[in-house]
């Protein structure tokens, strides 16, 4: 729980000195409850702006169609659009969805709640290494502190 009580500020620090780090390669980390206006819009800054795909992976939540719509509202205000990735069990027709959400997107961010779920799926190591890919060539990625285990993967 400790670790949960990190500031706003600490949040800024890490994301820009920890972008400035890894060269090109961004990964920003954000704590639980609101997130702070100035790490969302430098994540939208870095993941293309207007012309920026994010997929947002609510497969954590309980909730994930309202995790969404507050995340789309959310990036609405910056201009940039926002692609759902759909919900495991993946048929087919969900994974090539998917598959193709991975590969257009130019930023990522993993919504809160239970890490293990989101475990569950990257355990799949086919979907798990083309995230790793897609991190190493840039895109972008934003984490809630609560599912940070997921971060394993790069």
């Known amino acids: 729980m400790r670790h949960l009580r990190l500031t706003a500020p600490f949040f800024l620090i ?33 993941s293309g702006g207007k012309h920026g795909r994010i997929l947002v992976i609510t497969w954590a939540t309980a909730e994930p169609e309202e995790s969404f719509n507050a995340m789309k509202a959310e990036l609405d205000v910056y201009g940039v659009e926002a692609l759902h990735a759909p919900m495991p069990p993946f048929d087919q027709i969900k994974r090539d969805a998917l598959v193709s959400q991975i590969k257009t997107a130019t930023g990522v961010f993993f919504g809160g709640g239970d890490q293990n779920r989101i475990m569950d799926v990257l355990a799949d190591r086919e979907l798990r290494d083309m995230l790793r890919q897609r991190y190493k060539e840039g895109v972008r990625w934003a984490e809630l502190v609560q599912v940070l285990r997921s971060c394993r993967i790069l």
Do not use: D, N
């Not at 890894?22 to 409850?33: E, M, N, P, R």
């Open 14 to 46: 890490l994301l820009i000195y920890g972008g400035l780090a890894v060269g090109q390669q961004h990964l920003v980390v954000i704590g639980g409850g609101k997130r702070p206006a100035e790490a969302m819009k430098k994540f939208v800054e870095w």
